[in-house]
Structure formats: structure tokens, C-alpha cells
């Protein structure tokens, strides 16, 4: 594809349960990125993959929020027994390997609404 | 930890005018540094970016940013705005290779006719 994907683009669901939030990197891209922008909020780091190594998982808020990525393809970020606060705008990104910084392509989001 | 500031939360402009978007980043080295546009509904584009050398950096759709390192700061410009350029503008800072972005809060920008 030409870009960062991610599905379903919006998500409604009841407090208490579980999403997963689906996230197709660039091919070819090793590293990939889930941020979490809730309304009026700059992005925050969830986690991050980069190859084979083991995920940096630093900015996951809870034990509620874990992620998966199958080898250098698709990426699932789940959220267990969702609260009202987990609604937000979650972004994927991607990015290639490189001497240098690399750039981050963004996905679209999943709008994910707790009721 | 490095922390990024945009002071402004909402600015308008009338079309034609000029523009200045503030970021102030805090880091002990330099880092490098980034502007995206968010536009309603879409995923964020990158702008700009620096990483090192010139201080003034040109980006996608007119819009340019200098880095000033004495005052840490990032300010993207635009000399004549669009009406198409309404959005949110969010400052980043990357510290080392392919470890995630530390993002501002971000600056809407509306413009008016």
C-alpha cells in the first residue's frame, strides 16, 4: 500500500470491554509506533517496535493496554476492560531503518469513543 | 526527559497575512526537530523537519522554520496564509534514531477571510 492504514477508523464501544485496533506499516518499514491523542492533547507514546528487538512499552498507561506485532507486518493494540478515559485518537507510524532520524509516516487514527 | 512547548493554543489570521507558530523544545543536545499539520479528519503530514546544518529550514506548502538554538526554539512561518492552511499544527522532538516522537500540545489554526 501507499501508506500507514489503520481499521476500523472509528470505534464506539461500552465501558468494560475489550477493543483491538488494527495498525498495516509501510512494507519494508522495521519500525512502528502507536500514539494516543486525546482531544485537546498534543500526541503521547503508547509503544514501540522496532524489528525483532523486544517493544519499548514505556508509555502504556496500564496493565489494560498491551500490543503485538507479527514480525515486521501488522501491529494490534488491545485494550482490555475499556474506561471512558481510553477514548481517543489512536495514531500508528511507521518508520524505515536508518543512520539518521527517520521519518514517521502516520496512519489516519482509529477514533475509539468509550460510553 | 525533553518536553516540547507550544505556547499558543488557538491562533486566527486573516488570509494573506503572515504567520508565526511558536515551539520551544527542552534537551540537553540538540535533537531534531519537527513540524506537522494535522487536518480535520486526517493523519498528520509532515512540514518540516531539522536535523542539523542550516538553521532555516524550507518545508512543504510555503512554510519554512528556523532553529535558534540559544532559545531553544522552532517557530514555523509562513509568509501569506491560505485559507486551506486551517489546522492543527503540532511541534515534535526525536532524540536519537527511530525512538518515538515527544510532541507539543499543539496550535489550531483558523483563517478568516
Known amino acids: 500500500g501507499a501508506g500507514v492504514s489503520q481499521s476500523p477508523s472509528n470505534k464506539v464501544t461500552e465501558k468494560g470491554k475489550d477493543v483491538e485496533l488494527r495498525c498495516d506499516p509501510i512494507?519494508?518499514?522495521?519500525?512502528l509506533y502507536w500514539y494516543r491523542q486525546r482531544l485537546g492533547q498534543g500526541l503521547e507514546f503508547l509503544i514501540y517496535?522496532?524489528?525483532?528487538?523486544?517493544?519499548?512499552k514505556s508509555g502504556l498507561p496500564s496493565d489494560r493496554f498491551s500490543a503485538e506485532r507479527t514480525g515486521e507486518s501488522v501491529s494490534t493494540l488491545t485494550i482490555q476492560r475499556t474506561q471512558q478515559e481510553d477514548s481517543a485518537v489512536y495514531l500508528c507510524a511507521s518508520s524505515s531503518r536508518g543512520p539518521s532520524y527517520n521519518e514517521q509516516f502516520f496512519g489516519p487514527g482509529t477514533r475509539l469513543t468509550v460510553l | 526527559a525533553q518536553s516540547v512547548t507550544q505556547p499558543d493554543i488557538h491562533i486566527t489570521v486573516s488570509e494573506g497575512a503572515s504567520l508565526e507558530l511558536r515551539c520551544n523544545y527542552s534537551y540537553g543536545a540538540t535533537p531534531y526537530l519537527f513540524w506537522y499539520v494535522q487536518s480535520p479528519g486526517q493523519g498528520l503530514q509532515l512540514l518540516l523537519k531539522y536535523f542539523s546544518g542550516d538553521t532555516l529550514v524550507q518545508g512543504i506548502k510555503g512554510f519554512e522554520a528556523e532553529f535558534k538554538r540559544s532559545q531553544s526554539s522552532f517557530n514555523l512561518r509562513k509568509p501569506s496564509v491560505h485559507w486551506s492552511d486551517a489546522a492543527e499544527y503540532f511541534c515534535a522532538v526525536g532524540v536519537r534514531g527511530n525512538t518515538p516522537l515527544v510532541f507539543g500540545k499543539g496550535t489550531r489554526l483558523s483563517v478568516i477571510a
Open positions: 512494507s519494508g518499514h522495521t519500525a
Open positions: 517496535f522496532q524489528g525483532n528487538s523486544a517493544p519499548d
